[in-house]
């Protein structure tokens, strides 16, 4: 029953009260009268004796101020008139921060800033400018010190989530924030946030950070984009002449290892046939000094038996003969003819 309830249900208690009655009832009606207040409190303090905490939340009971206790999901009882004061905290519900941009229609007026344009400016490690949007996502983990151990929890969180950015940002270069050092930026901020909601003992758990929209001031976004180009094309050319290099230097390494196996076994080949022609040698040396005579003999027909094989024709004449020519057959030769 809402407040609007109980006044209208006071105003039917009024309206009976006040018909015309005679002198005597009318007083007595005035007596009766100076009961409504009450009845007013009475109904008031049992409307307000309960409240209700949903699902994903629990309620933070306090009694004159002080903590009293904490209350599940259901239907519960307090003490009215301002003696017990009930505060619902979502302890499941997922919560979010906005940095450098704000949703429209957000229930959470610490969600987005009123000046993102401030918060998304920041310098890297290299001494460039660029614009860093992100969001954090968090929940509350310990309701009893996040209503009361620090002032403003979540324009504390938005204090520390952009200082702790900025801290990771400065630490890199434009190339790693706008490119491939995202996860290690979202990575190490969380990190840091985490630890530092540890420390303050906020009851707060941080889940994620994401990185939104990363790019250079609009003022030089022409420019970067040239540059960009730029060492996109440089890399495109490195990698070109990499496969080049790949291509030829195993070729060539190949090629030579070839060319090193061949002479080394041209060089086993004839270490192997000099040692062959010395054990040989050896060998007819030791036959010779045995027989002399008979190894120069047998080492003249074996030379001849060799040589002559390939000396094609052959005439053999006796010792004795006077003239060579005439055993020769040589071939007639027509006398040449002058020309008139």
């Given at each position: 029953m809402t407040s609007w309830d109980i006044l209208d249900s006071v105003k039917r208690v009024?309206?009976?009260f006040s018909n015309d009655r005679?002198?005597?009832a009318r007083s007595l009606s005035f007596r009766k009268?100076?009961?409504?207040?009450?009845?007013i409190a009475l109904?008031?303090?049992?409307?307000?004796?309960?409240?209700?905490?949903?699902?994903?939340?629990?309620?933070?009971?306090?009694?004159?101020?002080r903590f009293q206790k904490t209350t599940p999901p259901g239907l519960h009882f307090k003490i009215p008139f301002s003696v017990d004061r009930v505060t619902i905290v979502p302890t499941l519900r997922q919560l979010k921060l906005e940095f450098g941009f704000a949703t429209r229609g957000a229930t959470n007026e610490y969600q987005g800033s009123q000046q993102p344009e401030l918060e998304r400016n920041m310098v890297t490690g290299d001494l460039n400018a660029a614009e860093v949007e992100w969001v954090v996502q968090y929940g509350i983990s310990d309701p009893v010190q996040y209503?009361?151990?620090?002032?403003?929890?979540?324009?504390?969180?938005?204090?520390?989530?952009?200082s702790s950015m900025n801290e990771v940002v400065g630490d890199r270069t434009i190339d790693e924030v706008l490119t491939y050092g995202r996860s290690e930026i979202e990575m190490d901020c969380l990190k840091k946030l985490q630890t530092t909601m540890e420390q303050f003992n906020m009851g707060i758990r941080i889940e994620q950070i994401q990185l939104k929209n990363v790019h250079p001031p609009r003022a030089v976004q022409n420019s970067f984009d040239e540059?960009?180009?730029a060492q996109q094309e440089r890399?495109?050319?490195?990698?070109?002449a990499n496969g080049e290099r790949n291509k030829v230097i195993p070729k060539a390494s190949g090629l030579a290892q070839q060319m090193i196996s061949a002479a080394e076994g041209y060089a086993l080949q004839r270490t192997n046939e000099a040692q062959g022609d010395v054990a040989r040698f050896n060998q007819l040396l030791v036959q010779y000094e045995k027989a002399p005579l008979v190894t120069k003999q047998r080492l003249y027909l074996e030379t001849m038996n060799t040589v002559l094989p390939k000396m094609g024709s052959k005439v053999i004449i006796d010792e004795d003969a006077k003239q060579f020519l005439p055993l020769m057959n040589l071939p007639s030769t027509p006398a040449p003819t002058s020309k008139r």
């Open positions: 009024i309206d009976v005679p002198s005597s009268l100076l009961f409504i207040p009450l009845l109904l008031v303090g049992v409307f307000s004796s309960f409240y209700t905490v949903n699902t994903e939340s629990v309620a933070v009971v306090q009694r004159f101020g209503l009361f151990h620090v002032h403003e929890p979540e324009a504390t969180l938005r204090d520390i989530s952009e540059v960009n180009r890399e495109e050319r490195i990698n070109i």
